[in-house]
């Protein structure tokens, strides 16, 4: 693990100043160990009296190959080092330290070989020093570890050993040379699975995953992770362990939600804490009360918000609400882009100014802390400012029915405005249907999407045809869509629309059953379209170049028609008690006038109702008397009736009367990422 050391240190740094907790560890262990062995007695024993002892500190046997490596070299020059034993309590003597010289004396002696020129024997004379049993353990692990370095596994097992027999964590560290810190996260790892442990004395498992998996006292819990693990390396990190690990607990070290809730808020509130040695921390035992304080934290300041704002209701949870997702069926957020003032603006580049100024006055990273206040102060308030431009930007009636929300975005609360509720939306919607209900006529009542469908396809053609005639409002019309989408593209916008694409064909089809074909919208654009197509040169779908000799005027007139072509204003909807609702701002400015070109009939509109429907058209044109006559006639005769009766009048359906153009821009309050048309944004608003 990265800060767990596998070497006992020989050295103190001389520069960090944290080593020197460690550089007197240091110190302690050797003169630990060159007193010890200082005064210990010196005395030649016989090789049969020498025998394996579970206080030397290599735990991990020696290999044939070290074996015979070691015996070779005493077979050339003798045992150059003494062993470190102690006397057991049956006379013989415990190798503490060169375990391996011993092993390789009896290798000799087995196999009948010399040592120096000596022949090996059981009786062959080795020479040691004698320490006392209680030291033992201590000197091997210290020369052991001078010398050839302990295997991690080794290592820890002669920490559990020496606190088995209790010796103090703060003197084992003393003795060996470590941090009292690096001692207690080593017991620690003593404590994971054994079956862990077994893998470390293979190099399966290293040190630093230990200790992940060590977050948590569940063996169970520590072997499934492993096990899930093993196959994939990005999951076997430290990180990625840890975090699968602790399943439903929180590392104080790692959790942003922890920084904004504060450790002391959760222990407080009655949250429990457990021991973090590996990332010298805690760990949090109840994340739910951690995400409870979160939320009210949150929340708390979100009704701040709302009071301070007047929003009419307040939310804090973590995330931002997003348009799509379960969010999507829940709320549906309206996005304004706040406009700064040329006093704040200003503000901002003088702020802006100042902070490039320091930066370029940062020479290196020690002069930067003496900068770094000032420009946390720049940035808090440039970042006011910008709040406050937001703040103004909202209306007074949006802010009546829409909330905010307080969310957590890398540890900081922020703020999101305009959130509208679903329900509120549709019990908005509920009200309005309701209201057209009451105020739509009788003879409307339930009209088909069929019949509105094809009402609207013959309004759009009416459109159309009055604006092939009218090059002014056409370029007009279609150099705003332009704009909007050129200058203005931060989402989406209500606007007429005005495609490239001709929208005729698809009129004459939605209203087929109308005899729209014979109607006088498409019998002027018949005319208008083989009119301009009898003046193309034989070969006009070549190039453009052909334009470039024609008149200006010739030119806009044929871009007139073109953009009329695509008009569009089909809906299935009645929008405040309109068809055709989006083509209110192109009627307005063509001062259109839709009798002049349309006009009920049997066909197009009395056989497609009901017949009480068409009494009630009879009686609210005046005609009472024709209306009482109606009711004694089939339904087909009262459809063919009430043409005849009204053929020569101004009347009109209600729906296809002269539609008000909106006081507002359609994105003016509205969502300009989310909204949607006019007519598709009233789905729910046509007459029941």
Request: net charge negative; with cysteine; proline share 3%.
């Amino acid at each position: 693990m990265s800060n767990i050391d596998t070497k006992a240190p020989t050295k103190a740094k001389s520069t960090p100043k944290k080593s020197a907790t460690k550089a007197a560890a240091t110190n302690d262990s050797t003169q630990f160990v060159e007193e010890t062995l200082a005064y210990a007695p010196v005395e030649v024993l016989m090789l049969k009296q020498l025998v394996k002892t579970s206080l030397n500190a290599r735990k991990t046997p020696a290999t044939a190959a070290d074996i015979e490596g070691r015996a070779t070299s005493i077979e050339g020059v003798g045992v150059l080092q003494n062993l470190v034993v102690f006397r057991m309590a049956d006379g013989q003597f415990g190798v503490a330290a060169g375990e391996t010289r011993r092993l390789a004396l009896n290798l000799l002696m087995e196999q009948g070989r010399s040592a120096a020129g000596v022949p090996v024997t059981p009786e062959f004379p080795v020479v040691a020093k004698v320490v006392d049993e209680d030291k033992a353990r201590a000197i091997s692990y210290a020369e052991n570890g001078q010398r050839s370095n302990l295997t991690p596994a080794d290592q820890l097992a002669n920490f559990r050993d020496m606190a088995e027999d209790g010796t103090p964590v703060e003197q084992i560290a003393a003795i060996l040379g470590y941090r009292t810190a690096h001692v207690r996260k080593c017991l620690k790892l003593t404590t994971v699975a054994p079956q862990l442990q077994e893998l470390l004395k293979t190099d399966q498992i290293t040190l630093d995953q230990l200790g992940a998996l060590a977050a948590t006292d569940d063996h169970q819990r520590q072997c499934q992770v492993w096990n899930n693990a093993r196959h994939h390396e990005s999951r076997q990190t430290f990180k990625a362990l840890r975090e699968s690990v602790l399943n439903d607990e929180v590392a104080a070290a790692d959790s942003h939600l922890v920084a904004f809730v504060g450790l002391e808020a959760y222990k407080a509130a009655g949250g429990e804490t457990r021991e973090d040695l590996f990332a010298e921390s805690v760990i949090l035992t109840n994340p739910i009360q951690l995400e409870t304080l979160a939320i009210a934290k949150l929340q708390a300041a979100a009704d701040t918000a709302a009071k301070n704002e007047g929003w009419a209701w307040a939310l804090g949870r973590y995330n931002e609400v997003k348009s799509w997702g379960e969010d999507e069926k829940a709320f549906s957020t309206i996005r304004l882009y706040p406009k700064l003032t040329d006093e704040q603006r200003e503000d901002i580049r003088q702020l802006e100014g100042e902070k490039e100024t320091i930066e370029n006055m940062i020479e290196d990273a020690d002069d930067q802390w003496e900068h770094t206040p000032r420009l946390e102060q720049i940035e808090a308030r440039i970042d006011e400012i910008n709040e406050d431009a937001e703040k103004s930007v909202w209306a007074e009636d949006v802010k009546a029915k829409a909330g905010v929300v307080a969310y957590l975005k890398d540890g900081k609360i922020c703020i999101q405005r305009g959130v509208m509720k679903m329900e509120d939306i549709k019990q908005e919607k509920k009200v309005e249907r309701e209201k057209i209900k009451a105020e739509t006529p009788p003879s409307e009542k339930s009209l088909s999407a069929a019949l509105i469908t094809s009402l609207s396809a013959e309004r759009t053609l009416a459109v159309a045809a009055t604006l092939a005639q009218n090059p002014a409002v056409a370029l007009a019309m279609h150099t705003y869509k332009l704009a909007r989408s050129i200058f203005d593209n931060k989402g989406y916008y209500s606007v007429m629309h005005t495609t490239v694409e001709s929208q005729r064909n698809i009129c004459l089809k939605q209203a087929a059953n109308a005899d729209i074909e014979n109607g006088l919208a498409n019998q002027k654009l018949t005319e208008l379209h083989e009119s301009w197509l009898s003046r193309f040169p034989q070969d006009w779908t070549a190039d453009f170049t052909w334009l470039l000799t024609w008149q200006q005027a010739d030119v806009l007139a044929l871009l007139t028609y073109c953009v009329a072509q695509g008009i569009d204003g089909i809906s299935a909807q009645i929008y405040n008690q309109r068809v055709s609702h989006s083509l209110a701002p192109v009627e307005k400015a063509l001062d259109f006038q839709i009798g002049d070109w349309w006009k009920p009939t049997s066909a197009n509109y009395f056989s497609r109702i009901g017949k009480d429907q068409i009494v009630d058209a009879l009686n609210s044109a005046g005609k009472t008397g024709k209306a009482r006559d109606a009711e004694t006639l089939t339904r087909k005769d009262a459809a063919e009736f009430a043409e005849a009766v009204l053929k020569e009048t101004d009347w009109l359906p209600g729906c296809m009367t002269t539609v008000e153009v909106p006081q507002e821009d359609a994105g003016s309050t509205g969502n300009a990422e989310d909204d949607t048309d006019i007519d598709n944004a009233a789905n729910d608003n046509q007459a029941a």
